[in-house]
């Protein structure tokens, strides 16, 4: 939902309603994954996608009727449902999508959320998408870190709600969970979809230098904050790396050492050594290893230098258990030779590593195209 806010806080400031469609959970080849969204207005606009296009325009006159009659609800389409497949869902796979209509009355706290969204802050919507009692069947929740806003109906469920979304939030993953109507886990009488706000994953690049260029550019057309580091303030300028977010001259270690001390560093963090020289490389990676907790900890150089890198970190100590968490020669297989083909193959498998994806050709492969849900690094 992240990619239509902008055009859903629009259409709500007017005080009108917004149709929205959001992808609860997917089976098999679905296109999209939970979490989705598309809305419609009143003036007949759409914005945004829950297949890819084989079903939207369904999906459309969804939204329509829910902003009509103000009832919301879930809708299933697959190739087990005649009617869904003749309007186009011809990947093999089965979406559920719950459909609504939002507007100042329905959902007073989006004001808030998308502030929070929009200055990085943690936070998950939590919508009630199926209840035994109909009244029920769309209320909202706004769970922060530390605070929540609005309910679902009763303070126990709104307690183990608050709970399974945080733990979603720390995660980054969207999801619908299940419940009794008073919060227990062991029913399955009230469902729950999760839609999760966190900040963007964050990429720090080190080196400047040619390839570190084409890899921003990559990170940030998918989702990353991106900072760059080099100890050398004649190359680390903000002129040069335009499409980063930020730029830092500092030595690679030291830049490192702070932001892992400042609680800046976490699992959805890929740091990337591209300064290919062992005076920034070996005191870099000494600090990533140990005990840094990255997700993702790459590093640029041929296959010798990768032998010759690890002596000199076994050298300072290292366990070999710290340094196999070094992926290095960094990337993809793909027989990238230019600094925007090795970006490609840098980016390639950090998808590989948080889709749970295998790296093989589609062509050659059986598995699933689509993954259930995004894993983390």
Not at 118 to 128: D, K, Q, Y
Request: aromatic share 6%; glycine share 10%.
């Amino acid at each position: 939902m992240r990619d239509i806010l902008d055009d859903i806080v629009r259409v709500w400031r007017t005080g009108q309603p917004v149709g929205l469609a959001t992808v609860i959970s997917t089976f098999r080849s679905a296109p999209r994954l939970p979490g989705s969204a598309m809305l419609t207005t009143a003036q007949g606009q759409a914005v945004g996608s829950v297949s890819g296009g084989c079903i939207d325009g369904a999906v459309y006159d969804y939204c329509i009727d829910a902003m009509e009659t103000r009832r919301p609800g879930l809708a299933e389409f697959g190739v087990s449902d005649d009617s869904a497949f003749a309007v186009g869902l011809t990947c093999g796979g089965t979406i559920e999508i719950f459909v609504e209509a939002i507007s100042q009355h329905t959902f007073p706290e989006f004001a808030g959320l998308y502030d929070d969204v929009r200055a990085g802050t943690s936070v998950a919507v939590a919508t009630t998408i199926s209840h035994p009692d109909a009244h029920a069947v769309g209320k909202k929740f706004v769970v922060r870190d530390a605070s929540t806003e609005g309910g679902l109906g009763s303070e126990q469920l709104d307690h183990a709600v608050a709970r399974d979304a945080r733990a979603l939030l720390a995660s980054g993953r969207n999801s619908a969970l299940e419940f009794g109507v008073d919060g227990s886990c062991d029913a399955h009488d009230v469902r729950v979809f999760v839609s999760v706000f966190a900040p963007a994953p964050r990429m720090v690049i080190f080196g400047a230098n040619a390839f570190a260029s084409s890899l921003t550019d990559q990170a940030r057309l998918l989702g990353y904050s991106v900072t760059l580091c080099d100890a050398r303030p004649l190359f680390a300028t903000a002129e040069r790396y335009p499409t980063a977010d930020q730029v830092v001259v500092d030595w690679p270690h030291r830049y490192l050492d702070g932001e892992i001390r400042a609680g800046r560093i976490d699992g959805r963090t890929a740091l990337c050594v591209l300064t290919h020289d062992p005076k920034f490389d070996i005191p870099l990676l000494g600090r990533a290893l140990r005990d840094c907790p990255a997700g993702y900890i790459g590093a640029m150089g041929s296959r010798r230098t990768h032998e010759q890198r690890v002596v000199s970190l076994t050298e300072t100590g290292l366990t070999d258990e710290e340094v196999s968490r070094l992926a290095s020669p960094i990337g993809l297989d793909l027989g990238a030779s230019t600094p925007e083909e090795t970006a490609v193959s840098i980016m390639a498998e950090l998808i590989q590593l948080t889709r749970g994806g295998s790296g093989s050709r589609l062509a050659l492969t059986s598995s699933r195209i689509h993954p259930a849900q995004p894993v983390r690094m």
